[in-house]
């Protein structure tokens, strides 16, 4: 059973930048698609960044396209989001998830296999 550790969120003014990590329990994460996924107060789950297995493949919600990057590290088990220019609309609960398939990677929820318990992002204006 995959589990998956994030950490990394915080409080950061408008304009500012964060980076988030997600540590893997089990070496299989390397085979494993990744992704992160965000919840706002009164919002529904959203697809931010996913990343495959080799790294080759990473879409981007629109919302946060050049100025999100995902990236992973397979010997440290570890998944990241680097996220710059901060806006209060970034303002949720992040979420790492990680699917056993491997490839797409996925933007769907429903895809994904296993969840992390969620760190919290606050960007103030």
């Known amino acids: 059973q995959m589990q998956l550790a994030e950490s990394g969120g915080g409080l950061v003014q408008a304009g500012g930048s964060l980076r988030l990590s997600c540590v893997a329990s089990?070496?299989?994460?390397?085979?494993?698609?990744m992704a992160w996924f965000r919840q706002a107060p009164g919002k529904e789950r959203e697809f931010v960044a996913a990343i495959s297995w080799s790294g080759g493949d990473t879409p981007y919600a629109d919302s946060v396209k050049g100025r999100f990057i995902i990236s992973r590290d397979n010997a440290k088990k570890t998944l990241y989001l680097q996220m710059n220019s901060l806006k209060s609309d970034d303002t949720a609960v992040y979420y790492c998830?990680?699917?056993?398939?491997?490839?797409?990677?996925?933007?769907?929820?429903?895809?994904?296999?296993?969840w992390g318990q969620g760190t919290q992002v606050t960007v103030s204006s």
């Open positions: 089990e070496s299989i994460f390397s085979s494993y698609a």
């Open positions: 998830a990680a699917d056993q398939d491997g490839w797409g990677p996925p933007r769907s929820s429903s895809d994904y296999d296993y």
